[in-house]
């Protein structure tokens, strides 16, 4: 059954949900966009956890397209999702890659028993996916998911990604 889909124009880092998703860089060290303000609202223990990843199974980074969890430290969720969304190119279709960040997150919050996920509009930033074509993907992947996860609350950051949403979700 797929989850039930929600919009909503604020911070992420502000949402009462089982699961958070970063979308992070491979490094898992940190960065800027949404991975920065996971990492500044959520505290040390975030970092401390991703270190430990990239000192085990991760020594070269997450590669693209996967994801992994740690503790949410101080954000009022009980986990990140951490997951490498992929840059756009005008010459290779990355779509697989994207669409994969959304079903492995699933995948994840399934395995932590998660009922309530957040995602931000993964690879719309730095990486500079194009925002209408991001929300194809992002809500036709969440609405082909076979997860146990109740809701999916997008979370967007302007009236922009929203309208862009809202489109898709109609």
Do not use: K
């Amino acid at each position: 059954m797929s989850p039930t889909l929600t919009l909503i124009q604020g911070d992420i880092t502000e949402q009462a949900v089982d699961a958070v998703v970063n979308a992070a860089n491979s490094s898992l060290l940190g960065g800027g966009g949404v991975d920065g303000a996971i990492h500044r609202r959520g505290g040390p223990e975030i970092l401390a956890e991703c270190r430990a990843l990239r000192d085990g199974h991760y020594g070269r980074g997450l590669p693209t397209g996967q994801a992994v969890a740690t503790t949410a430290g101080r954000l009022p969720a009980r986990w990140v999702i951490h997951t490498v969304g992929p840059v756009h190119s005008e010459s290779e279709d990355r779509s697989d890659l994207l669409a994969s960040c959304y079903r492995e997150s699933l995948r994840i919050a399934g395995e932590l028993g998660a009922r309530t996920v957040a995602f931000p509009a993964i690879s719309t930033g730095v990486y500079r996916w194009p925002l209408d074509d991001a929300a194809r993907i992002a809500v036709a992947t969440v609405r082909g998911a076979d997860t146990a996860v109740a809701e999916v609350r997008f979370v967007l950051f302007d009236e922009r990604a929203y309208a862009a949403f809202a489109e898709q979700v109609r």
